[in-house]
């Protein structure tokens, strides 16, 4: 169990999204350092690396002055969740002895004069579609708003296999991508810039256990091949979309870039957010069938930023909407024996809530054009613009302890 009363000496930990209850973890560079394995407390980065020179910590260096996560995490939980919880009492504010060494600066950096970077090297991406408001709305949309979901939607999480090598660190700028659109039915399609350009609030869990190829994993394993999650931006050029996903689903649209936050939050630090999901009706197949609560009381917000311009909160929504949970995720995309990898990243879809204000991508929020959102700076959106800054937050909240994920930060330029 999680003990929300625990303290840090680290100042401003414990009124931060990274206080002694989180300890994410992530992959930074300073001025001095090179790549390595650095953990968020506060306003401060721990440096592991640091700590197993002086042997407070015992964990081999050669995974920890590294350029992803990768190796660390492969080295299982038995060791990964053991460093958070030795890291948890080195900054516990009763342990006076390692709060007062003289040599504690070495320790930390500050991460204003960080450079943060892909935690993870990605070998696969997946993306579901697993939130039951979102794929309503859209089958609103663009099918039938009596019969919105497919056939195959309540009996499984659907998914497509994407591109992991587009995936980039918060902070990016990406250029409008252009492709094939067909702005007119009854005419041939054009080829330009992407004249919708759409964000997806998204969460994604992080792969931390190696699988062979014909090997599954059930919904009672899932947890133990989970290593933690990040917010997820995957940005999505609609027009371009809707003319090339038949037969085959998202392509250009979606390839060009998606963003995460800098930080790792293992599962196990978001243990306490655990609430019930949606009843799932009609009854799941017995792969699918899953015991406890697998869904995550996550807020989540998303902001448009105009160039020199204002913030404006656009949405507010929650990863407990989601449909079909990340354990059933899993179950699903290995029931064939697909095999999985350290590093690899799954996402959830555009997380949607029921009420207008909780919808997950612009497509609904201005219901495919048709009712503008307007922004501080007197201007109004249906898509994003040029120089547009989006940003998506995310955090658990507890008796006063907030457990967050860093922002999730990108930039939309013109196309070139």
Known sequence: MIDFKRKSWVSGADSSEFPIQNL??????????????????GSQ??????????????????????????????????????????????????????AARADLAQFFDNMSEATMHMPVQVGDYTDFYSSRDHATNVGKMFRDPANALLPNWL?????????????VISGASYHRPKGQTKPVETEPPVYGPSKRMDFELEVAFVIGKETQLGQSISTKQAEDHIFGLVLFNDLSARDIQQWEYVPLGPFLAKNFCSVISPWIVTIEALDAFRVEGEKQDPKVLPYLEFEGKKNYDIKLEVSLTPENGEETIVSKSNFKYMYWNMCQQLAHHTVNGCNMRVGDMLASGTISGPEKHEFGSMLELAWKGTEPIPMKDGTTRVFMNDND?????????????KIGFGECVSTLLPAI
């Open 45 to 98: 980065i721990l440096d592991l690396a640091a700590l197993v020179k002086v042997g407070v910590l015992n964990i081999p260096m050669n995974v920890l002055e590294n350029s992803s996560l990768n190796d660390f995490i492969a080295l299982g939980k038995s060791v990964t969740n053991k460093v958070r919880l030795d890291l948890a009492d080195l900054l516990d504010v009763n342990n006076k002895e390692f």
């Open 155 to 167: 009996h499984l999480p659907v998914g497509y296999h994407g591109r992991a090598s587009s995936i």
């Open 389 to 401: 800054t989006c940003i998506l937050r995310g955090f658990g909240e507890k008796d006063g302890v």
């Open 24 to 41: 994410p973890f992530g992959i930074y560079n300073t001025a001095s350092k090179s790549k390595r394995v650095g953990v968020a407390i």
